[in-house]
């Protein structure tokens, strides 16, 4: 009796034993599978995919740009003649949009406009101007939010003459509208958990048809450091075609993209090459160009900082600085195209490890 008492509780122990263990077993692979699922829903960031940004970037539609380029380049707004009633009726606008999308001004700052004086502008021999704006719009990055990338346009134009209108569609409210759109999708992304891990500084500028004057304010009276602002991409004039492109709807003239940085050149080319497959004119780069358009667009103030730039242009066309200049004549899909390649080039920079770095003293 006392015998088989014993092995029965040997039996008993044994089976016990085995239970638990194989409990164990079982479980143990669970509890890996728990935290490989709580660590991949965790609150750091998401992954990004091409397709993702492809997505981002098919939100900057031909439709939306019409609509608010014919509202920003309307006869309402004057011509937006810098410090005017037109441009800030304009300026308005932009500021409304920005609001609608959930985007709001810089850190720092106290409302979305960057006063520039007109003591500022004055200029001998030229026409004296009233008190402006610089407007501003700001996205934060998620993990080097002291790094800045600025993205330019100006949204001034030169008024009415004789009763005229100049509605500045191409020069520059295609750049203005592109701007909205760009910020548009990076916000986009960042309600899907994909914001830019650098900051982003959405830049109107003023002035720029009296002599760069807003982008000159702002490079010496900058609201973030100078040397913590990466490159700026400068969007002025990209809504039309020029005479020597007059058969090709798939260009855009590039300046200055490698004048002090090699590292952005690349940037640029490997995401158009990625995205868009625009072609890219670097015909108004070269430092002999008589045009000089390098030295001519608002890009030049950060430039002469040592910040990289790159100048997004379509050249000078029949209708520049005319009445006629008119947002009938915009060609919507090539204006969504070239919004596009600014916008992933922007993403490229806002989100690679390293910022561009500066290997060329420029000119």
């Known amino acids: 009796m006392i015998i088989n008492f014993t092995c029965s509780i040997y039996k008993f122990l044994s089976l016990y034993l085995q239970y638990q263990f194989m409990k164990k077993l079982f479980l143990f692979p669970i509890s890996l599978f728990v935290l490989s699922c709580s660590t991949g829903q965790g609150n750091g960031p998401k992954e990004i995919t091409n397709a993702d940004v492809t997505k981002y970037m098919n939100t900057i539609v031909p439709a939306d740009l019409k609509t608010h380029l014919f509202i920003v380049a309307s006869d309402e707004m004057e011509g937006r003649n810098t410090g005017e009633p037109g441009q800030k009726k304009a300026g308005q606008y932009l500021i409304d949009n920005y609001k609608r999308m959930g985007i709001s001004f810089p850190t720092g700052a106290q409302d979305f406009y960057q006063k520039v004086p007109a003591e500022f502008m004055a200029r001998a021999f030229s026409p004296k101007l009233n008190d402006s704006e610089n407007i501003w719009a700001y996205i934060e990055g998620s993990e080097k939010p002291e790094e800045v990338l600025v993205i330019s ?211």
């Open 153 to 363: 346009a100006h949204y001034d134009h030169v008024g009415m003459k004789n009763g005229e209108v100049y509605n500045g569609a191409d020069d520059d409210g295609s750049g203005t509208v592109a701007l909205l759109e760009i910020a548009q999708a990076f916000m986009e992304a960042k309600k899907e958990g994909y914001g830019p891990k650098r900051s982003i500084l959405f830049l109107h500028v003023t002035g720029e048809e009296h002599g760069l004057h807003g982008s000159r304010y702002y490079s010496e009276n900058p609201l973030f450091p100078i040397a913590n602002t990466i490159a700026d991409l400068n969007i002025d004039m990209i809504g039309r075609r020029d005479e020597a492109h007059k058969n090709n709807g798939n260009y855009v003239y590039l300046i200055g993209s490698d004048r002090l940085s090699t590292d952005l050149h690349n940037i640029s080319e490997a995401a158009n090459t990625k995205y868009t497959n625009l072609s890219l004119d670097y015909t108004f780069n070269d430092v002999n160009d008589p045009n000089q358009f390098y030295y001519r667009s608002d890009h030049y103030n950060f430039a002469k900082k040592g910040i990289p730039i790159i100048f997004y242009f379509n050249g000078v066309h029949e209708d520049y600085h005319q009445p006629t200049d008119t947002p009938d004549k915009i060609e919507y899909d090539l204006l969504a195209k070239r919004a596009q390649l600014a916008f992933v080039t922007a993403w490229e920079l806002a989100n690679r490890d390293n910022r561009p770095v500066v290997d060329k003293k420029g000119k």
